[in-house]
Nanobody
Framework: QVQLVESGGGLVQAGGSLRLSCAAS????????MGWYRQAPGKQRDLVAVITSGGSTNYADSVKGRFAISRDNAKNSVYLQMNSLKPEDTAVYYC?????????WGQGTQVTVSS
């Protein structure tokens, strides 16, 4: 069984920074894509950033230049550094890991940005 444990969410003022972490444990083998998604109240879950096993990254237009995704393959972990946060970044953030064609989701961590 695979578990994804997220941490690092919280309350921050606009312009501040947070770093999210997600560690995968259990029967997981060489994760391919690892990424972060977010879901605001009443809205669909959207991609924030994704990183492949080779290190290629892709970002939502709304976070380009402010967020940075990275991964540690030895630890099966993915990180999201969020800078210059805006109130519209407020959402529950979920990590996702793809391994052998199976998509695994974390439980989500709340990020709230006050104006």
């Amino acid at each position: 069984q695979v578990q994804l444990v997220e941490s690092g969410g919280g309350l921050v003022q606009a312009g501040g920074s947070l770093r999210l972490s997600c560690a995968a444990s259990g029967n997981i083998f060489s994760p391919n894509a690892m990424g972060w998604y977010r879901q605001a109240p009443g809205k669909q879950r959207d991609l924030v950033a994704v990183i492949t096993s080779g290190g290629s990254t892709n970002y939502a237009d709304s976070v380009k230049g402010r967020f940075a995704i990275s991964r540690d393959n030895a630890k099966n972990s993915v990180y999201l550094q969020m800078n210059s946060l805006k109130p519209e970044d407020t959402a529950v953030y979920y990590c996702k890991v793809v391994s052998l064609g199976v998509h695994y989701w974390g439980q989500g961590t709340q990020v709230t940005v006050s104006s």
